[in-house]
Antibody, heavy 118, light 111 residues
Framework: QVQLVQSGPELKKPGSSVNVSCKASGGTFSNYAFSWVRQAPGQGLEWVGRIIPLNFQVTYARLFEDRVTFIADKYTSTLYMEFKNLRYEDTALYYC???????????WGQGTTLIVSS | DIVMTQSPLSLPVTPGEPASISCRSS???????????LDWYVQKPGQSPQLLIY???NRASGVPDRFSGSGSGTDFTLKISRVEAEDVGIYYCMQGKYSLTFGQGTRLEIK
């Protein structure tokens, strides 16, 4: 069974950048798409974007497209999300998720806490 | 952008009783070949969300059959036939036809 294990919590200052990783184990990596979803404290779920490792195709939510970059390393089955020019409101739990499109977001990582604070 | 609206936002339920959550989309989620890009997820306390229902009415692997999904186009419903204590959590609908958008969430609690 595929598992997604994410990197640990991050504390960053406004204007800085963060890199969050997500390693897939126990299954085929390149055959699927992966989405990033975030959840601000006490709030709902918000889609950040999607990457398809097979062809490196990326789709970013309009809200984030000028500040986020997704990378997939097929050799280590690891995904990376770089978030630039961080703002206080980017404080959230960030999840990587296996995205099977019509079959749903079926496998979720444990989440990575990002706190943006001066 | 497609807006997803859930109701109610809070749902107190007595164990053993049924529960129902509504989800409405601002645009049709119906694909030309007949399925709907609508999923349901539950986030139990302290956990990552988990998939319950995909394509409006298909239960994900391991989901008890007391959960069912229905609807098409812009109106969808998640039903729990008999609520159990372990069902406590926040339920989200999500559309996947145009990017991904989640509803606000419905908090199910036990009376």
């Amino acid at each position: 069974q595929v598992q997604l294990v994410q990197s640990g919590p991050e504390l960053k200052k406004p204007g800085s950048s963060v890199n969050v990783s997500c390693k897939a184990s126990g299954g085929t990596f390149s055959n699927y798409a992966f989405s990033w979803v975030r959840q601000a404290p006490g709030q709902g779920l918000e889609w950040v974007g999607r990457i398809i490792p097979l062809n490196f195709q990326v789709t970013y939510a309009r809200l984030f497209e000028d500040r986020v970059t997704f990378i997939a390393d097929k050799y280590t089955s690891t995904l990376y999300m770089e978030f630039k020019n961080l703002r206080y409101e980017d404080t959230a739990l960030y999840y990587c998720v296996r995205d099977r499109r019509t079959y749903g977001l079926d496998i979720w990582g444990q989440g990575t806490t990002l706190i943006v604070s001066s | 952008d497609i807006v997803m609206t859930q109701s109610p936002l809070s749902l107190p339920v007595t164990p053993g009783e049924p529960a129902s959550i509504s989800c409405r989309s601002s645009q049709s989620l119906l694909h030309t070949i007949g399925y709907n890009y609508l999923d349901w997820y539950v986030q139990k306390p302290g956990q990552s969300p988990q998939l319950l229902i995909y394509m409006s009415s298909n239960r994900a692997s391991g989901v008890p059959d007391r959960f069912s999904g229905s609807g098409s186009g812009t109106d969808f419903t998640l039903k729990i036939s008999r609520v159990e204590a372990e069902d406590v959590g926040i339920y989200y609908c999500m559309q996947g036809k145009y990017s991904l958008t989640f509803g606000q969430g419905t908090r199910l609690e036990i009376k």
